[in-house]
């Protein structure tokens, strides 16, 4: 019988800056302008049955935090590591500065609310 696995996960926010070149919406893309941005990421894998966690929380929100600095208050464009500031490649980014957890994240969303426009990045199963 194979051991059940769990996903838990944890949100951030932040409030940032980009330009982006675009064919459509082509005009405002291009100016600096900003969103708040929330990234949800999920870490999946069976009961470690010392601490009867998957991850503590408390772990994963000082990982968060670390990530939530280089992007918060900042121009997306001018983020090391990013690329174009894109909802994927926040995701990828994300992804990237937690890909050293143990488990590692095994998917990340990013969104913002107020426009509807959503990106998620599934990394399958990573877990032990």
Known sequence: MSQALYTVSQRIFFDAAHTLQRDIEAEGSRRIHGHTYHAEVFVQ????????MVIDLGHLRVHLAGVREQ????LLDEVPGLGKPTLENLCAFIAQALSGMNPPPSRVRVWREALGDSCVLDLGHRGA
Not at 45 to 52: I, K, S, V, Y
Not at 71 to 74: G, K, T
């Open 45 to 52: 894998g069976p009961l470690n049955p010392d601490t009867g």
């Open 71 to 74: 992007l918060d208050h900042h």
